[in-house]
C-alpha cells in the first residue's frame, strides 16, 4: 500500500504545472529552435541571393582594381574592405537577422512566454557535485542526449549530402566557368540543399519536441500522498476549519444578539423560530427584522429579549412565516404587513395600560 501511494500516478494539477511554469521547468527543444532558425535564415539567404550577386560583382572588381601589378598598399585593404562591407554586410546582416529572431520568437513560443524569475535565484543544492555526478553520468538523460544527437548528425548529414552529390557531376565543368556561372550554380546548390536538409530538421525538431513535453508531463505526475497533501493545503486541516466556523458562528450569534435590544417585539414559535421586529417611522415606514434565528439561536433571542423586557409574543404561523421570507436588517414582505400592524398594536396597547397610573 505505501509503494502504491508513491508511485507517481496521477495527473498534475494546476497548482504543480504553475510550480514547473514559475522555476522554469517547461518543454522547449533547442532542435526544432535551430530547424525554424534555418529555416528563416535559408528563406532570407534566398531572398537575398540577388543582392550577394551584386555584392560579389563588386568585390571581384575591387579585387581587380587594386591587386593589380602594384605592389598592394593599406588604402588598397582599406577599400576592399570597404566594397565587403558595403555591399556584402547588408545580406549578411539580414540572414542573421532572421535566424536570431526567429530563434527568440520559437523559444517565446515554445515557452508560451514564461519568465521564470525563480530559475534565476541562486540554489545551493546546483553546487553539489554528487547530485551533479548522479545527474550527468547514473541517469538515462545523457545517454538518450547520445543518442538523439547521432540521430540528429546522421538525418542531417544525410540529406546534406544528397544535395551535394546530386551536383557532383557538374563540379568540372563549374571551374570552367564565369563568376556568373560559378554564382548561378552555387544558388542552386543552395537551394538543394535547403529544400533538402530544412524539412528534415523541423521533423528531427518536432519529434524532440514532442519528447519533451511527454517528460515533463511524467516528472509532474503526483503521487497520491501528494494530491492528498496539496488538497489539504488548499483547503485547510479540518480541524482548524471546524474551529474556524465555530468561531464564525460565535461571532455572527453575537452580533444578532446585540441587535436584539433595538427590537420592539419578539415573535416566536415558541422554542424553534423566532424573529425579533422594530419599527420606526423614520426607516421608511415598514418593521424591519432586527434579528432571526432557529433553534439554539431562537432561545438565546428569547433569553435576550427577556433580559431587555421586550415583549415575547407566540404566533406560530406568523413566526415560522417571518423567518422563511423575511431577512435580517432588512423590511419585512409587504404580504406580513396587516398581521404584523396588528401584533404592534396589541404591544403598544400593552405598554399603554403598563404606563397608566393606578387610581
Keep these: 500500500m505505501a509503494d502504491s501511494e508513491q508511485e507517481k500516478t496521477e495527473q498534475?494539477?494546476?497548482?504543480?504545472?504553475?510550480?514547473?511554469?514559475?522555476?522554469?521547468?517547461?518543454?522547449?527543444s533547442k532542435e526544432l529552435s535551430a530547424a525554424v532558425s534555418l529555416f528563416a535564415g535559408g528563406g532570407?539567404?534566398?531572398?537575398?541571393?540577388?543582392?550577394?550577386?551584386d555584392g560579389f560583382r563588386h568585390?571581384?572588381?575591387?579585387?581587380?582594381?587594386?591587386?593589380?601589378?602594384?605592389?598592394?598598399?593599406?588604402?588598397?585593404?582599406?577599400?576592399?574592405?570597404?566594397?565587403?562591407?558595403?555591399?556584402?554586410?547588408?545580406?549578411?546582416?539580414?540572414?542573421l537577422a532572421a535566424s536570431s529572431l526567429t530563434?527568440?520568437?520559437?523559444?517565446?513560443?515554445?515557452?508560451?512566454?514564461?519568465?521564470?524569475?525563480?530559475a534565476l535565484e541562486p540554489k545551493f543544492e546546483r553546487l553539489n557535485p554528487l547530485t551533479n555526478f548522479q545527474q550527468h553520468f547514473l541517469s538515462v538523460q545523457p545517454a538518450v542526449q547520445l543518442v538523439k544527437g547521432i540521430a540528429v548528425a546522421i538525418a542531417v548529414g544525410w540529406a546534406a549530402w544528397s544535395a551535394v552529390e546530386s551536383h557532383l557531376d557538374a563540379l568540372p565543368v563549374v571551374a570552367t566557368l564565369d563568376v556568373r556561372g560559378q554564382g548561378a550554380f552555387l544558388v542552386e546548390l543552395v537551394l538543394e540543399f535547403l529544400k533538402r536538409v530544412v524539412p528534415v530538421a523541423l521533423a528531427v525538431g518536432a519529434a524532440d519536441y514532442g519528447w519533451q513535453r511527454y517528460q515533463l508531463a511524467e516528472q509532474m505526475k503526483m503521487t497520491k500522498e501528494e494530491v492528498k497533501q496539496?488538497?489539504?493545503?488548499q483547503e485547510g486541516d479540518p480541524k482548524i476549519k471546524g474551529k474556524r466556523r465555530q468561531r464564525q458562528r460565535q461571532i455572527a450569534m453575537g452580533q444578532t444578539l446585540r441587535r436584539v435590544k433595538d427590537a420592539d417585539v419578539v415573535v416566536v414559535n415558541p422554542t424553534h423560530y423566532a424573529?425579533?421586529?422594530?419599527?420606526?417611522?423614520?426607516?421608511?415606514?415598514?418593521?424591519?427584522?432586527?434579528?432571526?434565528?432557529?433553534?439554539?439561536?431562537?432561545?438565546?433571542?428569547r433569553a435576550e429579549a427577556g433580559r431587555h423586557e421586550i415583549p415575547v409574543i407566540e404566533n406560530r404561523p406568523l413566526a415560522r412565516a417571518l423567518y422563511a421570507k423575511a431577512k435580517a436588517g432588512l423590511p419585512i414582505p409587504p404580504e406580513f404587513y396587516g398581521p404584523v400592524a396588528q401584533?404592534?398594536?396589541?404591544?403598544?396597547?400593552?405598554?399603554?395600560?403598563?404606563a397608566r397610573p393606578v387610581r
Design 230 to 233: 496539496e488538497h489539504k493545503e
Design 343 to 354: 401584533l404592534l398594536a396589541a404591544v403598544y396597547r400593552r405598554r399603554a395600560g403598563a
Design 44 to 53: 532570407a539567404l534566398v531572398l537575398s541571393l540577388g543582392m550577394f550577386g
Design 103 to 118: 530563434t527568440v520568437l520559437v523559444g517565446l513560443m515554445l515557452t508560451q512566454f514564461n519568465f521564470a524569475t525563480q
Design 275 to 301: 424573529v425579533a421586529l422594530r419599527y420606526r417611522k423614520d426607516e421608511g415606514g415598514a418593521p424591519i427584522v432586527v434579528a432571526r434565528g432557529v433553534d439554539h439561536l431562537a432561545l438565546k433571542i
Design 12 to 28: 498534475a494539477s494546476e497548482r504543480r504545472v504553475q510550480q514547473f511554469r514559475d522555476e522554469g521547468r517547461v518543454a522547449q
Design 59 to 95: 568585390l571581384t572588381d575591387a579585387l581587380r582594381a587594386h591587386l593589380g601589378d602594384h605592389e598592394l598598399t593599406s588604402a588598397d585593404v582599406q577599400a576592399i574592405l570597404t566594397t565587403i562591407g558595403l555591399n556584402l554586410g547588408p545580406p549578411v546582416l539580414l540572414v
